[in-house]
């Protein structure tokens, strides 16, 4: 019994330590706690981040670099631009979980005149954005604190359109279940104008991948999965009225590579993360979809 104790009590110690030496040159400069998570931003050297702890670990949700704020620093975030070789031009664009604001940001600075609507359930995060993240909120840029469902659902009795949906509410500790199933898609593509696209940021590993494969695809039909080895998120890309061929994402990323560049996004790079379900369906026929009555998302995560 007491060899056991001094283990765990050892494993504990060198955890602690561990965990300590990763984070001993970074300072917390605000830390609270909202009514959905904890809310952490922390400065290490030249990085500023924004980090939830939701269960049992914290995990980043938005960095910058102080002394260059254009460069984006996260994989997935580069990743969702992806949606650029599929889209032209977008006029209005939804944004649902705001993070930091870095997306929205970085949109105001590509395409000034796009109207921009941020959707975030948790107002400490709002805030927090405008306060160490520099988020940009202006005539044509938006945030509204509100669950993404029930503003999707506001936004159809409106008729509403969108060129361009970021779907950007998950992390590592939590998915919002009532937004992966094929209700939700259906709603979110009655949003999407005619030649839009639905970009999705979400994962590339668990049990979860081939559940939600399958109910993307049983609304959108074929979609495009954007991953790399840098890290386990995946971008999903659907449209509604099928999608734009490699042919015409080739063109549009040499339109594209001297407009990203300046923010670290290697587009040609991008294109060549991209794969079609047309040409690879990686998940069985008999998968079976999540729906508002079965969406275990976050116990199929843990597998």
Same mark, same amino acid.
């Given at each position: 019994?007491?060899?056991?104790?001094?283990?765990?009590?050892?494993?504990?110690?060198?955890?602690?330590?561990?965990?300590?030496?990763?984070?001993?040159?970074?300072?917390?400069?605000?830390?609270?706690?909202?009514?959905?998570?904890?809310?952490?931003?922390?400065?290490?050297?030249?990085?500023?981040?924004?980090?939830?702890?939701?269960?049992?670990?914290?995990?980043?949700?938005?960095?910058?670099?102080?002394?260059?704020?254009?460069?984006?620093?996260?994989?997935?975030?580069?990743?969702?631009?992806?949606?650029?070789?599929?889209?032209?031009?977008?006029?209005?664009?939804?944004?649902?979980?705001?993070?930091?604001?870095?997306? !929205?940001? *970085?949109? $105001?600075?590509? #395409?000034? /005149?796009?109207?921009?609507?941020?959707?975030?359930?948790?107002?400490?995060? @709002?805030?927090?954005?405008?306060?160490?993240?520099?988020?940009?909120?202006?005539?044509?840029?938006?945030?509204?604190?509100?669950?993404?469902?029930?503003?999707?659902?506001?936004?159809?009795?409106?008729?509403?359109?969108?060129?361009?949906?970021?779907?950007?509410?998950?992390?590592?500790?939590?998915?919002?279940?009532?937004?992966?199933?094929?209700?939700?898609?259906?709603?979110?593509?009655?949003?999407?104008?005619?030649?839009?696209?639905?970009?999705?940021?979400?994962?590339?590993?668990?049990?979860?991948?081939?559940?939600? !494969?399958? *109910?993307? $695809?049983?609304? #959108?039909? /074929?979609?495009?999965?954007?991953?790399?080895?840098?890290?386990?998120?995946? @971008?999903?890309?659907?449209?509604?009225?099928?999608?734009?061929?490699?042919?015409?994402?080739?063109?549009?990323?040499?339109?594209?590579?001297?407009?990203?560049?300046?923010?670290?996004?290697?587009?040609?790079?991008?294109?060549?993360?991209?794969?079609?379900?047309?040409?690879?369906?990686?998940?069985?026929?008999?998968?079976?979809?999540?729906?508002?009555?079965?969406?275990?998302?976050?116990?199929?995560?843990?597998?």
């Amino acid at each position: 019994m007491v060899k056991i104790s001094f283990i765990s009590l050892f494993s504990l110690l060198i955890g602690f330590i561990s965990s300590f030496s990763t984070n001993i040159n970074a300072t917390i400069i605000h830390s609270e706690r909202s009514l959905y998570r904890n809310i952490i931003v922390e400065d290490k050297a030249q990085l500023r981040c924004l980090k939830f702890n939701v269960k049992h670990r914290k995990s980043n949700q938005s960095c910058f670099n102080k002394s260059n704020p254009q460069k984006l620093v996260f994989n997935y975030t580069k990743l969702l631009f992806s949606s650029l070789l599929l889209v032209d031009q977008p006029k209005r664009i939804l944004i649902i979980g705001l993070g930091g604001g870095t997306m !929205s940001n *970085t949109l $105001h600075q590509l #395409f000034p /005149d796009v109207a921009i609507d941020n959707v975030e359930i948790d107002p400490a995060v @709002i805030a927090v954005a405008r306060r160490y993240f520099s988020f940009i909120e202006n005539d044509t840029i938006h945030s509204q604190v509100q669950d993404g469902r029930i503003f999707v659902k506001r936004a159809i009795l409106k008729k509403q359109k969108y060129d361009w949906i970021i779907l950007d509410a998950f992390n590592g500790d939590y998915i919002p279940e009532h937004l992966m199933t094929k209700e939700f898609l259906e709603e979110v593509k009655g949003l999407l104008s005619a030649k839009g696209v639905l970009a999705s940021n979400t994962f590339s590993v668990s049990d979860l991948y081939a559940h939600e !494969s399958a *109910t993307y $695809h049983a609304v #959108f039909g /074929d979609f495009y999965n954007v991953r790399n080895t840098a890290n386990t998120n995946r @971008i999903i890309l659907t449209q509604p009225e099928g999608l734009s061929t490699p042919e015409k994402m080739a063109l549009r990323a040499e339109a594209l590579e001297d407009k990203l560049s300046p923010f670290g996004i290697n587009i040609h790079d991008i294109l060549k993360s991209i794969t079609s379900t047309e040409q690879l369906q990686d998940w069985p026929d008999d998968t079976r979809l999540l729906t508002d009555q079965y969406s275990p998302a976050n116990l199929l995560n843990e597998k």
